[in-house]
């Protein structure tokens, strides 16, 4: 029977112990609000019949500790979570709680005395009670078990029952089902399972330890937790009162930081410019290069960009060498400790006489944030000249130690990532900066929010993971598939009309990789060839909007029918899918600063598509119409978060939990078009 049993002492007589009784009906697994502290328990209080037996142990082992609490350990070092024991105030129900620390989230089993007897026989622990709960008890007070996922939605925990005058044991496990998440919290839940008995055993410590050192450290962990909570208190309403400085300030910074990016894309296109007059030729990219030999048909770069004349940038060889010395992080060192290697003797003389220190010393302190959902790609672009992409992704391959255990070439990795960071057009939105804002969280969510653990990633699905999010938009034109079926272009022609600019990203990132000068994948092997390439082709090819719907449901389904995501080759790729899909419409659910940075880029290239459409007199597509950006760009913002962003990160925290809180972000970026709205109609 799940929590809301609704046979209560005193209103059936229980059975005695380890007699099965008749199984009372039993209501679907509710948070406590009807049962718990709530009325129905005072009700029952009144309604009380004299108690008819005990269960012998019941009282000693588990009621006059108040609760047991037990710290569950997955290693040395982490907690895992607290299990308790206890029996409810009023019901004198047996109550198993588990709260896990990382996600919050809070699992509950309570059992009447009948029902823990039924399960009792059900499970074959032919023991009477006394030894029964000593047995529980004493693993829990010795920390002797451990909690299990079972499913998403469920935690089970295993004990052995002893008996010290029989040889024999017997296993005993108690399934808890989810009471509260962060995605559906429950206050009440959370005070009856957790700090009810918290307190309680905290109570009964401070009882039982009236004198000495025991007494003290009881006394002190009380005060630690008051100070703690005045402490959250205090900082909670300093953040409260700062948020109204910082926001304009933030705000304020972003447009700085859009002003300086696109003033630097304009320098580096007239770079360009001034570079082809004085050469009298436009350059090619690679690729047009490799077709000049005879290929079939040139891939469309510039048809709908014309002023994008790709150049193979020259990055800072300095800033490579300090990458590479390190990464990856070796015993003892960590992101933060990054910069020490730019003190490195060899490192140092030639940093300061290259005079590039400025340079390297801030890019490492955005590298510092490698591993987190707000690292600075934009600061990155700003401060590289337009090299995001191509120092992420090689920070990443090191730091990965791929290069190392494929023995890729450093050289071939150089001339692969800049030709794929100027693949990428200078569009307002799709732009090279995109790419390594994809790259970045497509490893996070891979790397630090578990999905390499979960699907037990080999390291070809590791490479082909960061490489896919390196090109998933690779020599995107700035102009969406619906543009190209409409017009009919070459690459609609090329795809009949299926995910088009998709299969065109991949397909050239292929063209591209024929070239030993470009190959990375050279030293794997034919299997490990394929597998990457499998695995990439998958990944890009999901991130067409156009196929979302069917890729959602499916990653639903799965998750409802398995907890296992790794020995299918489907459920891994999947996973992979909606990673990268995640990390590629991840810009809603980041912190508003940075959002509201790539807002306005996609309005901006929603805008050049639709002065195009009108110039073709087609009809404009939704949300492209420049003239009624006022009332329509906030509404579609809000309607896309709504849509597609929400359930995808609320799905995808289910499977990850630790990524729950890009919930909230998302929320607080769909309250800032509703503060915008609200302040636009005063
Ligand atoms: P694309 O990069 O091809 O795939 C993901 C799509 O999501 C992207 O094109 C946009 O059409 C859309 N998208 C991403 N971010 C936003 C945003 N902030 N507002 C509206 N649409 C977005």
Redesign the pocket.
């Known amino acids: 029977m799940g929590i809301g049993a609704s046979t209560r002492k005193g209103q059936t007589p229980p059975p005695p112990p380890d007699v099965t009784p008749t199984k009372p009906e039993t209501p679907a697994l509710q948070e406590p609000a009807a049962q718990s502290t709530d009325g129905r328990e005072l009700e029952s209080v009144a309604t009380k019949a004299p108690e008819v037996h005990k269960l012998l142990g019941k009282d000693k082992y588990v009621k006059e500790y108040g609760a047991i609490a037990m710290e569950d350990r997955n290693s040395k070092k982490a907690f895992q979570g607290t299990l308790f024991l206890f029996c409810a105030r009023i019901t004198d129900d047996i109550i198993f709680t588990y709260r896990d620390h990382a996600t919050g989230s809070v699992f509950a089993k309570r059992f009447t005395d009948e029902e823990l007897g039924e399960e009792k026989n059900k499970q074959g622990v032919r023991f009477t009670w006394a030894p029964f709960f000593k047995s529980i008890a004493t693993a829990l007070i010795k920390s002797r078990t451990t909690a299990v996922a079972a499913g998403v939605n469920a935690k089970t925990v295993s004990f052995t029952i002893v008996n010290k005058d029989t040889p024999i044991s017997y296993p005993f496990t108690v399934t808890m089902d989810l009471v509260s998440s962060k995605q559906k919290p429950s206050r009440k839940a959370f005070f009856l399972y957790v700090m009810e008995p918290l307190s309680r055993s905290l109570q009964y410590s401070r009882h039982r330890a009236t004198e000495g050192t025991k007494g003290l450290a009881t006394v002190q962990m009380e005060c630690n937790i008051k100070v703690c909570s005045a402490a959250a208190e205090l900082h909670k309403r300093k953040v409260e009162e700062l948020l109204p400085l910082i926001r304009p300030l933030r705000e304020e910074s972003a447009v700085c930081s859009h002003v300086a990016m696109t003033l630097g894309r304009d320098v580096r296109n007239m770079e360009r410019h001034i570079y082809d007059q004085k050469n009298k030729k436009i350059l090619k990219h690679p690729l047009d290069a490799l077709y000049d030999e005879g290929g079939a048909q040139y891939f469309q770069h510039t048809m709908w960009s014309p002023e994008h004349r790709p150049r193979e940038e020259e990055p800072d060889e300095l800033l490579m060498e300090c990458i590479r010395a390190a990464f990856p992080l070796t015993n003892g060192s960590t992101l933060e400790s990054i910069s020490n290697v730019l003190e490195q003797p060899n490192l140092k003389k030639r940093i300061d006489e290259n005079g590039n220190r400025n340079l390297i010393e801030e890019a490492f302190e955005i590298f510092k944030g490698i591993d987190r959902w707000d690292y600075d790609t934009i600061q990155l672009e700003i401060i590289t000249n337009g090299n995001a992409l191509f120092y992420t992704t090689y920070l990443l391959l090191y730091k990965m130690d791929l290069v190392a255990y494929f023995q890729m070439d450093d050289n071939v990795v150089r001339n692969f990532l800049v030709a794929v960071q100027s693949a990428y057009h200078p569009n307002p ?2 732009n090279a900066m ?1 790419g390594a804002d994809v790259t970045q969280i497509n490893y996070y969510i891979m790397i630090v929010a578990g999905l390499r653990e979960k699907c037990m990633l080999s390291q070809e699905e590791v490479l082909a993971s960061i490489i896919a999010g390196a090109v ?2 690779f020599d ?1 034109p700035g102009l ?2 619906n543009f190209h079926s409409r017009t009919n272009s070459f690459l609609a022609t090329l795809y009949n009309d299926r995910s088009i ?2 299969n065109h990203h991949i397909a050239c990132t292929f063209e591209l990789l024929r070239s030993p000068r470009y190959d990375i994948f050279a030293p794997l092997n034919a299997d490990q060839k394929q597998l990457v390439r499998d695995t990439m082709l998958e990944m890009v090819l999901a ?3 156009g196929n979302h719907a069917k890729i959602f449901k499916n990653f639903t389904v799965r998750m409802s029918e398995t907890s296992d995501w790794h020995s299918k080759k489907d459920d891994v790729r999947l996973a992979l899918s909606m990673s990268i ?1 995640m990390a ?2 991840s ?2 659910a980041r912190p508003n600063h940075i ?1 509201a940075e ?2 306005k880029n ?2 901006k290239e ?1 805008y050049l598509q639709g002065d195009a459409e009108r110039k073709l007199q087609l009809s404009i597509s939704p ?1 492209m119409d420049r003239t009624k950006e006022k009332e329509e760009f906030p509404k ?2 809000i309607s ?2 709504m849509y ?2 929400q359930p995808m990160i609320e799905a995808i925290s289910e499977f990850l939990p630790s990524l729950s809180f890009g919930i909230n972000l998302c929320n607080e970026n769909k309250d800032y078009w509703r503060r915008k709205q609200e302040a636009g109609t005063e």
């Open positions: 939105y799709h995109h998933h938009d995107h969406n598939n600019l998709e991130t067409d909007m899909k590629d419409i810009n809603c959002y790539w807002a996609i309005s929603f949300f579609g913002q896309f978060m597609i962003v």
